[in-house]
Every structure is written in C-alpha cells, then in structure tokens.
C-alpha cells in the first residue's frame, strides 16, 4: 500500500529503535547526524554528492565497519529532516 503524503500534511510515523546497536553504531549515528548540520546544511547538495559521500564514508578505514554504518545512518537521518529530497523539482517551485 502507498500513501502519498502532500506538503503540508502531517503523518503519524511511530519511532522504532534499531533492536541490538552497539557503542560504535550508535556513536556513529551521533557523529554523522551532527557532521551533516555542521558541514552540509544549506549547501547545495546534488544526487552524486550525496552518493560520493555514502561511498567514501562507508569504507573509511579510520573508523569500524559499525561505526562508518551508523556515520552514514545518521548523516542520512539528518538530511532527510532538513530536507524534502522526495520533492520533484516542480514541486519546490
């Protein structure tokens, strides 16, 4: 079932927390929700750029795989709370 949500509209969503996160996939989340309000918000941002970002910091070797997951987790958390990425182009006009 799909449920088209126009702008304006309120939807109820209920939170679900990821079941068993440990430290690092957690840390991450918190890292990579604040770097995405730190560095990106009100930057333009293209489809390639947000998908450059999810490649590079994926496989970043500085981090753990648990860590780099919820880095991307949460960077995408806060992109999609600042932005209407659903939008059609016409629709933002």
């Known amino acids: 079932m ?26 991450g989340v918190c890292s990579g929700y604040l770097t995405y309000y730190d560095e990106y918000q009100g930057k333009r941002l293209t489809s390639a750029d947000v998908y450059n970002f999810l490649v590079q910091n994926r496989v970043d070797v500085r981090g753990t795989d648990h860590f780099n997951a919820g880095y991307c987790t949460g960077w995408i958390e806060a992109l999609t709370e600042d932005r209407r990425i659903l939008d059609s182009p016409a629709d933002r006009r």
Not at 2 to 27: C, D, H, M, W, Y
Request: hydrophobic share 35%; no cysteine; charged share 25%.
């Open 2 to 27: 799909v449920t088209e949500i126009r702008q304006g509209a309120t939807a109820n969503v209920l939170t679900k927390p990821v079941v068993e996160s440990n430290t690092e996939f957690r840390e």
